[in-house]
Protein backbone atom coordinates (compact mmCIF):
# COMPACT_ATOMS: atom_id res chain seq x y z
CA UNK A 1 0.00 0.00 0.00
CA UNK A 2 1.59 3.17 -0.96
CA UNK A 3 1.25 4.99 2.34
CA UNK A 4 2.57 8.87 3.88
CA UNK A 5 2.10 8.84 7.35
CA UNK A 6 2.41 11.97 9.27
CA UNK A 7 1.32 12.98 12.61
CA UNK A 8 -2.01 14.80 13.30
CA UNK A 9 -0.38 17.70 14.93
CA UNK A 10 2.59 19.97 16.33
CA UNK A 11 2.77 22.69 18.22
CA UNK A 12 6.12 25.00 18.10
CA UNK A 13 7.22 28.38 19.85
CA UNK A 14 7.80 31.12 18.09
CA UNK A 15 11.25 31.85 16.65
CA UNK A 16 12.35 28.43 17.45
CA UNK A 17 13.55 25.64 14.57
CA UNK A 18 10.33 23.14 13.64
CA UNK A 19 10.96 19.64 12.01
CA UNK A 20 8.11 18.20 10.85
CA UNK A 21 8.14 14.36 9.85
CA UNK A 22 6.80 12.11 6.96
CA UNK A 23 6.87 8.01 6.40
CA UNK A 24 7.11 6.83 3.30
CA UNK A 25 8.43 3.31 3.72
CA UNK A 26 6.93 2.18 0.38
CA UNK A 27 8.28 5.15 -1.74
CA UNK A 28 10.32 4.05 -4.79
CA UNK A 29 14.06 5.07 -5.99
CA UNK A 30 11.96 7.69 -8.45
CA UNK A 31 9.55 8.73 -6.53
CA UNK A 32 10.22 12.10 -5.68
CA UNK A 33 9.03 14.08 -2.13
CA UNK A 34 7.17 16.97 -2.10
CA UNK A 35 5.95 19.49 1.04
CA UNK A 36 2.78 21.43 0.94
CA UNK A 37 1.36 23.65 3.06
CA UNK A 38 -2.10 24.90 3.56
CA UNK A 39 -3.87 28.06 5.20
CA UNK A 40 -7.10 28.24 6.30
CA UNK A 41 -9.40 28.72 3.76
CA UNK A 42 -6.81 28.62 1.10
CA UNK A 43 -5.57 26.09 -1.58
CA UNK A 44 -2.19 24.32 -0.78
CA UNK A 45 1.44 26.00 -1.40
CA UNK A 46 4.34 24.59 -2.70
CA UNK A 47 6.81 24.61 0.08
CA UNK A 48 9.88 22.21 -1.52
CA UNK A 49 10.59 19.21 -3.21
CA UNK A 50 13.43 16.48 -3.62
CA UNK A 51 14.92 12.66 -4.65
CA UNK A 52 18.15 12.19 -3.24
CA UNK A 53 20.00 15.13 -1.89
CA UNK A 54 18.93 17.47 1.33
CA UNK A 55 17.26 20.95 -0.41
CA UNK A 56 17.02 23.96 0.83
CA UNK A 57 15.14 27.00 -0.24
CA UNK A 58 14.24 30.47 0.93
CA UNK A 59 11.01 28.48 3.02
CA UNK A 60 12.52 25.94 4.38
CA UNK A 61 14.70 22.76 4.13
CA UNK A 62 14.07 19.28 3.50
CA UNK A 63 16.07 16.51 4.80
CA UNK A 64 15.78 13.14 3.35
CA UNK A 65 16.60 10.12 5.03
CA UNK A 66 19.70 7.85 3.60
CA UNK A 67 16.55 4.86 2.96
CA UNK A 68 14.26 7.18 1.99
CA UNK A 69 11.64 5.68 4.03
CA UNK A 70 11.29 9.30 5.52
CA UNK A 71 11.80 12.78 5.35
CA UNK A 72 11.80 16.10 7.46
CA UNK A 73 10.56 19.21 6.64
CA UNK A 74 12.58 21.84 8.25
CA UNK A 75 11.44 25.27 9.13
CA UNK A 76 14.22 27.52 10.74
CA UNK A 77 12.52 29.80 12.89
CA UNK A 78 8.47 29.50 12.88
CA UNK A 79 6.59 32.68 13.19
CA UNK A 80 3.17 33.07 13.68
CA UNK A 81 2.95 32.88 9.95
CA UNK A 82 3.56 29.44 9.61
CA UNK A 83 0.89 27.87 11.33
CA UNK A 84 -0.75 26.01 8.75
CA UNK A 85 -1.26 22.35 7.56
CA UNK A 86 1.75 20.75 6.05
CA UNK A 87 1.50 17.99 3.43
CA UNK A 88 3.88 16.21 2.78
CA UNK A 89 3.47 13.62 -1.12
CA UNK A 90 5.14 11.23 -2.97
CA UNK A 91 5.00 11.36 -7.41
CA UNK A 92 3.76 7.71 -7.43
CA UNK A 93 -0.07 7.61 -7.67
CA UNK A 94 0.22 11.35 -6.65
CA UNK A 95 -0.70 10.29 -2.80
CA UNK A 96 -0.57 12.98 -0.07
CA UNK A 97 -0.61 12.43 3.55
CA UNK A 98 -3.26 13.51 5.55
CA UNK A 99 -0.91 16.48 7.12
CA UNK A 100 0.33 18.37 9.93
CA UNK A 101 -1.63 20.61 11.59
CA UNK A 102 1.27 23.23 12.58
CA UNK A 103 0.55 25.48 16.00
CA UNK A 104 2.57 28.50 16.72
CA UNK A 105 2.78 29.86 20.25
CA UNK A 106 3.43 33.03 20.70
CA UNK B 1 -2.67 35.36 -8.30
CA UNK B 2 -0.54 31.89 -10.12
CA UNK B 3 -2.08 31.51 -13.05
CA UNK B 4 -5.03 29.12 -12.03
CA UNK B 5 -8.70 29.96 -11.70
CA UNK B 6 -11.28 27.81 -10.47
CA UNK B 7 -15.40 28.25 -11.10
CA UNK B 8 -17.71 28.31 -9.24
CA UNK B 9 -16.00 29.12 -6.01
CA UNK B 10 -19.33 27.78 -4.21
CA UNK B 11 -22.05 26.10 -5.46
CA UNK B 12 -25.54 24.02 -3.75
CA UNK B 13 -26.55 21.23 -5.74
CA UNK B 14 -29.30 18.90 -5.16
CA UNK B 15 -28.95 15.04 -5.22
CA UNK B 16 -29.04 13.59 -8.77
CA UNK B 17 -28.32 16.93 -10.89
CA UNK B 18 -25.36 16.87 -12.73
CA UNK B 19 -22.46 19.43 -11.63
CA UNK B 20 -20.06 20.89 -13.86
CA UNK B 21 -16.32 22.29 -12.09
CA UNK B 22 -14.03 24.11 -14.11
CA UNK B 23 -10.22 24.83 -13.78
CA UNK B 24 -8.86 26.95 -16.04
CA UNK B 25 -4.84 27.85 -16.16
CA UNK B 26 -2.98 30.34 -18.15
CA UNK B 27 0.47 28.83 -17.58
CA UNK B 28 0.69 26.39 -20.27
CA UNK B 29 1.45 23.63 -18.24
CA UNK B 30 1.30 20.04 -19.45
CA UNK B 31 -0.03 18.33 -16.34
CA UNK B 32 -3.83 18.97 -14.41
CA UNK B 33 -5.29 17.49 -11.66
CA UNK B 34 -8.31 17.32 -9.52
CA UNK B 35 -8.16 16.60 -5.94
CA UNK B 36 -11.22 16.44 -3.30
CA UNK B 37 -10.17 17.52 0.43
CA UNK B 38 -12.86 15.94 3.27
CA UNK B 39 -11.74 16.15 7.63
CA UNK B 40 -9.80 13.51 8.53
CA UNK B 41 -8.80 11.82 4.66
CA UNK B 42 -6.46 15.59 3.62
CA UNK B 43 -6.23 15.31 -0.45
CA UNK B 44 -7.17 12.35 -2.62
CA UNK B 45 -6.92 12.55 -6.24
CA UNK B 46 -9.89 11.83 -8.51
CA UNK B 47 -8.28 12.67 -12.09
CA UNK B 48 -5.21 13.97 -13.71
CA UNK B 49 -4.61 14.86 -17.26
CA UNK B 50 -0.91 14.42 -19.03
CA UNK B 51 -2.06 16.32 -22.19
CA UNK B 52 -5.24 16.85 -23.96
CA UNK B 53 -7.98 14.53 -24.55
CA UNK B 54 -5.17 12.16 -21.95
CA UNK B 55 -6.57 11.95 -19.05
CA UNK B 56 -6.28 9.23 -16.58
CA UNK B 57 -8.18 8.01 -12.98
CA UNK B 58 -7.03 8.48 -9.72
CA UNK B 59 -7.21 7.50 -6.02
CA UNK B 60 -11.01 7.92 -6.27
CA UNK B 61 -12.45 8.52 -9.19
CA UNK B 62 -15.99 6.69 -8.73
CA UNK B 63 -19.02 8.91 -9.96
CA UNK B 64 -16.63 11.03 -11.70
CA UNK B 65 -15.74 12.34 -15.17
CA UNK B 66 -13.22 14.91 -16.59
CA UNK B 67 -12.30 16.14 -19.89
CA UNK B 68 -9.82 18.10 -21.42
CA UNK B 69 -10.11 19.52 -25.17
CA UNK B 70 -7.65 22.10 -24.78
CA UNK B 71 -4.08 22.48 -22.86
CA UNK B 72 -6.02 25.40 -20.61
CA UNK B 73 -9.23 23.95 -19.31
CA UNK B 74 -9.80 21.05 -17.74
CA UNK B 75 -13.22 19.85 -16.20
CA UNK B 76 -14.96 17.62 -13.70
CA UNK B 77 -18.29 16.67 -13.68
CA UNK B 78 -20.23 14.83 -11.52
CA UNK B 79 -23.01 12.77 -13.77
CA UNK B 80 -25.39 12.84 -10.60
CA UNK B 81 -24.49 14.53 -7.35
CA UNK B 82 -24.88 12.21 -4.28
CA UNK B 83 -24.43 13.58 -0.54
CA UNK B 84 -20.96 11.82 -0.87
CA UNK B 85 -19.62 14.21 -3.35
CA UNK B 86 -20.04 17.08 -0.73
CA UNK B 87 -16.80 17.98 -0.30
CA UNK B 88 -14.02 20.99 -1.06
CA UNK B 89 -12.22 20.56 -4.71
CA UNK B 90 -8.93 21.89 -5.77
CA UNK B 91 -7.47 21.83 -9.75
CA UNK B 92 -3.62 21.66 -9.49
CA UNK B 93 -1.54 22.18 -12.33
CA UNK B 94 2.58 21.05 -12.99
CA UNK B 95 4.90 21.94 -15.93
CA UNK B 96 5.94 18.28 -15.87
CA UNK B 97 5.41 15.24 -13.51
CA UNK B 98 8.06 14.13 -10.67
CA UNK B 99 10.10 16.77 -10.56
CA UNK B 100 7.57 19.99 -10.33
CA UNK B 101 5.64 21.52 -7.70
CA UNK B 102 1.91 21.43 -7.85
CA UNK B 103 0.20 25.53 -7.81
CA UNK B 104 -3.24 25.02 -6.67
CA UNK B 105 -6.24 27.02 -7.50
CA UNK B 106 -7.98 28.49 -4.93
CA UNK B 107 -11.24 25.47 -4.11
CA UNK B 108 -14.62 25.06 -5.02
CA UNK B 109 -16.75 23.99 -2.22
CA UNK B 110 -19.39 21.77 -3.06
CA UNK B 111 -22.85 20.84 -1.32
CA UNK B 112 -24.90 18.21 -2.22
CA UNK B 113 -28.09 18.54 -0.67
Known amino acids: DAKTTQPNSMESNEEEPVHLPCNHS???????IHWYRQLPSQGPEYVIHGLTSNVNNRMASLAIAEDRKSSTLILHRATLRDAAVYYC???????FGTGTRLKVLA | DAGITQSPRHKVTETGTPVTLRCHQTENHRYMYWYRQDPGHGLRLIHYSYGVKDTDKGEVSDGYSVSRSKTEDFLLTLESATSSQTSVYFC????????????FGSGTRLTVV
Open chain 2, 92 to 103: AISAGWKNYGYT
Open chain 1, 89 to 95: SRTYKYI
Open chain 1, 26 to 32: TISGTDY
